[in-house]
């Protein structure tokens, strides 16, 4: 790929660590296009993903408590928008390619469901080969996006959207980075909220995590940061402390029991649950009620996994939406 911009490839060139993604070295996109002379491609591909159709949508998207009514709780366009601070911070400490840790923080929950990993749950039982959040998020730039046409995203951003789950190997350092960046930012901000909706408090976190990490959101946010750049620089990998590690996976453990699975913060996504189950028994039965683009698929995709395309788009609202239009009486009016 002929890369015409020379200035930007100077500053990459002069102040990129030697372990960064260069965009020169890209592995290019599914289908070439003409290079930019004002943006690298990895701007290209952030551009793309935030002018495109899931982006908007994820305003409307479970982060962790079902359709808040409160101003302040997480959606999961905002969490998406913190990750991405989160990694571009560590990125340019780290001298790693920004412009890609962004692209691949702001597309790395594209194809994630309603009602958050209630919605996912759902799918990966329903669908034959399962459903997994960061594999759908692929499927929605490679195949969903403009009408089949997908966003043509290049290899190093789409493997680190494909690659962003904790136990993940995404092919570059700053996809490495997006994937603690998405832990540090959903484990703190989730607590956040957590305390919000009155389901825990601060003095309930684990005393020896608090200790380490620190007593406020942003004070943890911040050390968790400074430890993985102190332990990561100039290094070729990615990783925390021995003992921040071990805090870190203490307080997502807690999380897990406290908030996570906590009946009161979790009653209603039995509720969900069942809406989405009915809704892709629906589909499954009548593909023709489907958008025209949904129907298109099922000449090269099976039933299960283009109903479960088309509810995966859906947004909270929308879900709740259809359902009622398909299974709630209406009230009779002349």
């Known amino acids: 790929m002929e890369y015409k911009n020379a200035y930007l490839q100077i500053v990459e060139e002069e102040y990129l660590s030697r372990y960064a993604q260069h965009v020169k070295d890209t592995k290019g996109r599914l289908k070439p296009i003409e290079p930019c002379p004002l943006r690298t491609e990895y701007q290209r591909d952030r551009d793309r993903i935030i002018h495109c159709k899931a982006f908007r949508r994820l305003k409307h998207k479970t982060q962790v408590f079902l359709s808040p009514e409160g101003d302040h709780y997480r959606t ?7 990750v991405a601070q989160i990694a571009r911070t560590m990125a340019r400490a780290l001298r790693l390619n920004e412009d890609l840790t962004e692209a691949i923080s702001l597309g790395h929950d594209l194809g994630h469901t309603p009602f958050g990993h209630a919605g996912e749950g759902v799918l990966d039982k329903l669908i034959e080969g399962g459903f997994i959040h960061s594999r759908h998020s692929l499927r929605v730039v490679d195949l969903l996006e403009g009408d089949g046409k997908g966003l043509n995203l290049t290899y190093e951003v789409r493997d680190g959207i494909a690659n962003h789950r904790y136990f993940d190997t995404p092919a570059t350092l700053e996809g490495k980075i997006l994937i603690y960046a998405d832990r540090f930012a959903y484990i703190n901000h989730d607590i956040e909220d957590a305390e919000c909706a009155g389901v825990l408090s601060e003095s309930d976190l684990p005393k020896d995590c608090v200790e380490v990490l620190g007593g406020s959101k942003g004070v943890r946010i911040n050390n ?10 100039e290094k070729g990998y990615i990783k925390q402390s021995p003992l921040f590690d071990e805090m870190t996976n203490k307080l997502h453990e807690f999380m897990f029991v406290s908030v996570y699975t906590n009946p009161e913060a979790k009653g209603e996504e039995k509720k969900a649950t069942r809406m989405l ?10 593909p023709e009620a489907m958008p025209e683009f949904y129907r298109t698929l099922l000449d090269s995709y099976p039933r299960d996994r283009v109903a479960g395309d088309y509810i995966a788009s859906f947004t909270d609202r929308y879900a709740i939406r259809m359902f009622e239009e398909l299974f709630v009486p209406k009230t009779w009016s002349n």
Not at 76 to 82: D, G, P, S, W
Not at 224 to 233: F, H, K, R, T
């Open 277 to 286: 189950e009915m809704l892709f028994e629906y589909y499954m039965k009548h």
């Open 76 to 82: 999961r366009l905002t969490h998406t928008l913190e």
């Open 224 to 233: 968790l940061i400074a430890d993985l750049v102190e332990n990561s620089y």
